[in-house]
């Protein structure tokens, strides 16, 4: 992850990022678009009544042409 975001978050401290710092934060969908690497998204589904718990779950990985559009966008939007 650190490939394709912004830097590592000062607050977000991981065991396994302990001498280097906080962990990835802020993806940048130029670095996506660049290193064609598209993040992996963690998904969980809370029930609908309090108390009950998780639903569902799973691990998905995005989709890069939803970076290569957004940064077509982003380009034609403030360029």
């Known amino acids: 992850m650190l490939e394709i975001t912004a830097g590592r978050h000062p607050h977000l401290l991981l065991p396994t990022f302990d001498a280097l710092g906080?962990?990835?934060s802020g993806i940048?969908?130029?670095k996506?678009?660049?290193t064609a690497i598209a993040p992996w998204i963690n998904t969980g589904i809370a029930h609908c009544q309090a108390g009950?718990?998780?639903v569902g779950a799973g691990v998905v990985q995005t989709p890069l042409a939803c970076f290569v559009q957004a940064l077509e966008a982003f380009a034609t939007a403030y360029l």
């Open 28 to 30: 940048d969908v130029r």
């Open 52 to 54: 009950v718990g998780q």
């Open 32 to 34: 996506v678009v660049e």
């Open 22 to 24: 906080g962990g990835p």
